[in-house]
């Protein structure tokens, strides 16, 4: 197994396609793609700490298996109250043993009826097929 | 079930979430998958040892 205790912050990877379909299906000007785009500038910079990540549900209310995932609220380092968007990252180790974050999924954390969640959208992503409610 | 829709504009695979007496309600795949980022960029998931080794004391936010 390898050691992947890592330090105190964490690389934050993201791919350009799925950049464009998490976060650019928001308008330009819309809050959401604000906020995640003041993120990534931040995370780029700086990685993320501990402190700023939620590990991720094995077995959520909304269906949703994303066990072993990790979250982070956007807007950053706001309450939960005023964070209404999140990251889904999936820790990932590359060729050298590297430990890094990837994001999956971004989105709204508890939306209104009719549109997924990111936690929903991270699902899909794992597992190729939209979750079922128990 | 996937469907494959070829119409330009809204080609791609979708899934049908909802078949309401043959009104089907689609919604398109989401691509690329997890898997298939790993086979982009080199890299793999974690075994569940290694995620505890590393994020073992992160918090839990249930009903997110």
């Not at chain 1, 209404?84 to 989105?107: K, Q």
Request: proline letters at 6%; one cysteine or more.
């Amino acid at each position: 197994m390898a050691d992947i205790r890592g330090g105190a912050r964490f690389t934050i990877a993201f791919d350009d396609d799925l950049w464009r379909q998490e976060v650019e299906r928001f308008a330009p000007h819309a809050r959401g793609r604000i906020a995640a785009e003041a993120a990534r500038r931040v995370l780029e910079r700086d990685g993320v700490g501990k402190d700023g990540l939620a590990a991720c549900e094995a077995q959520g209310p909304d269906g949703t298996r994303l066990g072993g995932w990790v979250k982070l609220r956007i807007p950053l380092a706001r309450p939960a109250s005023e964070a209404p968007y999140g990251f889904v990252l999936e820790p990932v180790l590359d060729e050298r043993g590297r430990l890094a974050l990837r994001l999956v999924a971004f989105g709204e954390r508890h939306p209104r009826e009719g549109t997924r969640s990111v936690y929903e959208r991270a699902h899909n992503r794992r597992h190729g097929a939209w979750p079922t409610r128990s | 079930m996937q469907v494959t829709l070829t119409e330009p504009g809204i080609a791609g695979d979708y899934e049908v979430v909802e078949n309401d007496g043959g009104r089907l309600v689609l919604e398109r795949k989401l691509e690329p998958s997890s898997g298939e980022l790993h086979e982009r960029h080199g890299t793999r998931g974690l075994t569940d040892d290694e995620f505890e080794q590393a994020f073992g004391d992160l918090s839990r936010e249930p009903g997110e």
